[in-house]
């Protein structure tokens, strides 16, 4: 027997069906991401769907393919349906926790703004935000270019690195320093460790 699972969000119902092999999700919870139109979201999964209980749904990959295609318009439902596929169906209260922190980065990220961060042990560091993205284990990470403060190493600090988000202490977004992109146009340049990037600095 199906089993149709419910998450509520704001005012409206999201739907998803999870098992060992599959996770589907209801065509409006792809409306509610990636904000495009009923008529939009039918041409773009085409066959890929499939009607259970008068409810349309799709395979979670059909996000990947729209990821490339649309922007993200809601990342707090992202959320929720990646830590469902990632943690079989117990939703992680980690996500909503850190929203807040997740959408500072985001905003920065649009803006090209550096970030003031204490990290690990408040130890601040100056960053340049390039990307944020989910890791294997479900948790979210802020994929940065450091150009002043703290080293583990004690070396030269200029370089690309990892910060996991529940080793985030405090962010301040540093408005009236813009930054440049740090990677070279063209190139689709990621942290190796993400599963799925959930916001990355365009040109």
Known sequence: ??????????????????????????????????????????????????????????????????????????????????????????????DIAYSNLIESICYAIENKFRLKIKYENNNERIVEPHSIGKLKNGNIALYAYQIAGYSKSGTNCNAFRLYHLNKIHNIEILENEHFEIRWTKGTYHKSKNFVYEIKRVEW
């Open 1 to 94: 027997m199906t089993t149709i699972n419910k998450i509520k969000f704001n005012d409206e119902a999201i739907y998803y069906i999870k098992n060992s092999e599959t996770l589907l999700i209801s065509l409006n919870a792809m409306n509610v991401v990636f904000g495009i139109t009923e008529k939009d979201m039918n041409d773009q999964i085409k066959e890929n769907s499939v009607i259970i209980e008068n409810k349309k749904f799709c395979d979670y990959n059909i996000i990947l393919n729209l990821s490339e295609k649309y922007p993200i318009k809601s990342r707090q439902i992202l959320y929720k349906i990646q830590t469902i596929r990632n943690k079989e169906n117990k939703f992680c209260e980690l």
